[in-house]
């Protein structure tokens, strides 16, 4: 079964991921129409975010979180985020929409890659860009979820650390800012481990592994980053 358009493949990459990436074989736009609908709510959420966060109070949090820097350091650091808070909000935006337009490039050229494992997956460089952006269909899970904290919040003194509200420290361990495995378990969270699933169905949909090789080649790239991330914060 495949999805046929593309308004039920937005719904059913979150619930039957492979009628999506069946529908998306002989597709035309449907991933253009789904990178707009991410980078769009991307957008509103950074956008309502900046807009009602206390500047002051996010520079502050900001230098605070420079634990090894010295105090000439930190006020150097909050001189240089002070001339530029009016324009932070336009970095988050398109800063993370070019950073995901770049990151999915290059996992697209790995998709690419490990399809030649199957001598019938015969997709070119331009369909795995595609397939590489309906494996991030969750991050508008994510965007949306920030976006609705943000709104309700109490208050307009907003820590950055709520973008990070699905991670796995904050739902799990609990470190403080200077512990060595801080930021990597902040940057671990549930949505990237769900993209992972989405992409390993996808590429079972796409190819002829089976589901254990394509959920190896899913998780692969994040088994080999947050593996040596790993080993620079135990050195």
């Given at each position: 079964m495949k999805s046929s358009n593309v308004m039920t493949a937005l719904v059913d990459i979150?619930?039957?991921?492979?009628?999506a990436?069946?529908?998306?074989?002989?597709?035309?736009?449907?991933?253009?129409?789904?990178?707009?609908?991410?980078?769009?709510?991307?957008?509103?959420?950074?956008?309502?975010?900046?807009?009602?966060?206390?500047?002051?109070?996010?520079?502050?949090?900001?230098?605070?979180?420079?634990?090894?820097?010295?105090?000439?350091?930190?006020?150097?650091?909050?001189?240089?985020?002070?001339?530029?808070?009016?324009?932070?909000?336009?970095?988050?935006?398109?800063?993370?929409?070019i950073g995901l337009?770049?990151?999915?490039?290059?996992?697209?050229?790995?998709?690419?890659f490990v399809s030649k494992q199957d001598p019938e997956a015969n997709y070119g460089y331009g369909a795995w860009y595609g397939f590489g952006v309906w494996a991030m269909m969750p991050l508008v899970i994510y965007y949306l979820g920030f976006l609705i904290l943000v709104l309700t919040a109490s208050t307009n003194q907003i820590s950055q650390t709520l973008?990070?509200?699905?991670?796995?420290?904050?739902?799990l361990i609990g470190l403080e800012i200077?512990?060595?495995?801080?930021?990597?378990?902040?940057?671990?969270?549930?949505?990237?481990?769900w993209s992972i699933f989405i992409a390993a169905i996808g590429l079972k949909s796409w190819t002829n592994f089976t589901f254990n090789k394509a959920l190896l080649f899913a998780?692969?790239?994040?088994?080999?980053?947050?593996?040596?991330w790993t080993v620079i914060a135990l050195v």
């Open positions: 979150f619930i039957s991921p492979s009628k990436f069946n529908g998306l074989k002989e597709a035309k736009g449907w991933s253009f129409v789904a990178f707009i609908l991410l980078a769009g709510i991307l957008a509103a959420s950074m956008f309502a975010f900046y807009n009602k966060a206390d500047p002051q109070f996010l520079i502050d949090q900001q230098v605070a979180a420079a634990v090894d820097a010295t105090i000439a350091e930190q006020k150097m650091i909050r001189q240089s985020m002070e001339q530029t808070v009016d324009l932070q909000v336009w970095f988050a935006m398109f800063g993370t929409i337009a770049v990151i999915n490039a290059l996992m697209a050229g790995y998709y690419l973008m990070n509200y699905s991670s796995i420290n904050q739902l200077g512990h060595p495995f801080y930021t990597l378990l902040e940057s671990l969270n549930i949505f990237s481990i998780a692969l790239p994040s088994i080999v980053i947050y593996g040596i």
